[in-house]
T-cell receptor, first 113, second 114 residues
């Protein structure tokens, strides 16, 4: 079982729709969760982080965390063609654990104009 | 503000040649530093991380080594490159704060071993 799993996609949504990206993780000790966006040929850029169960909103992005189910998701409202990219989910342990992020393989999102 | 610089951006190296990728961070002190590799169409694989000068942890056995000669400098090296070393190499940094341990990436280095 992979530590962090994502559906590779592509996930195709029409412009203006809500894109829903999902991620599951296997290490119950994980405490910090991140979503990165990676355009083709570029390095990942941080979209947002979440540490507590529930929802966290930042502009058009909402991250959702459910530690009991070991599940984290990212919702993108009013999707734009510029949102087309690969979205990487990453997790890390707390202070007492290894500090590096473990990444999923990413979900490719295509927003159709 | 903090910035991270990584170079060279691209390089093509023959099999058996040496490698040196360098990364520096500005605007922060005592950062955690990381080297990740992303093979074509694959996820990010952690290669090395460092919590301080001279302190290097290796995640996977491989043909590469890392060094941290200064607080904000991280170097990835190889004595003899293999074809399988081709990929996108990313240096990253993080600092623990009230938000946790958020990692930020450099621009990356594309390595093609021929």
């Amino acid at each position: 079982q992979k530590e962090v799993e994502q559906n590779s996609g592509p996930l195709s949504v029409p412009e203006g729709a809500i894109a829903s990206l999902n991620c599951t993780y296997s290490d119950r000790v994980s405490q910090s969760f991140f979503w990165y966006r990676q355009y083709s040929g570029k390095s990942p850029e941080l979209i947002m982080s979440i540490y507590s169960n529930g929802d966290k909103e930042d502009g058009r992005f909402t991250a959702q965390l459910n530690k009991a189910s070991q599940y984290v998701s990212l919702l993108i409202r009013d999707s734009q063609p510029s949102d087309s990219a690969t979205y990487l989910c990453a997790v890390t342990r707390g202070v007492t654990g290894r500090r590096a992020l473990t990444f999923g393989s990413g979900t490719r999102l295509q927003v159709q104009p | 503000s903090q910035t991270i610089h990584q170079w060279p951006a691209t390089l093509v190296q023959p099999v058996g040649s040496p490698l040196s990728l360098e990364c520096t961070v500005e605007g922060t002190s005592n950062p955690n530093l990381y080297w990740y590799r992303q093979a074509a169409g694959r996820g990010l694989q952690l290669l090395f991380y460092s919590v301080g000068i001279g302190q290097i942890s290796s995640e996977v056995p491989q043909n590469l080594s890392a060094s941290r000669p200064q607080d904000r400098q991280f170097i990835l090296s190889s004595k003899k490159l293999l074809l399988s070393d081709s990929g996108f190499y990313l240096c990253a940094w993080s600092v623990w704060d009230s938000s946790g341990n958020t990692i930020y990436f450099g621009e990356g280095s594309w390595l093609t071993v021929v």
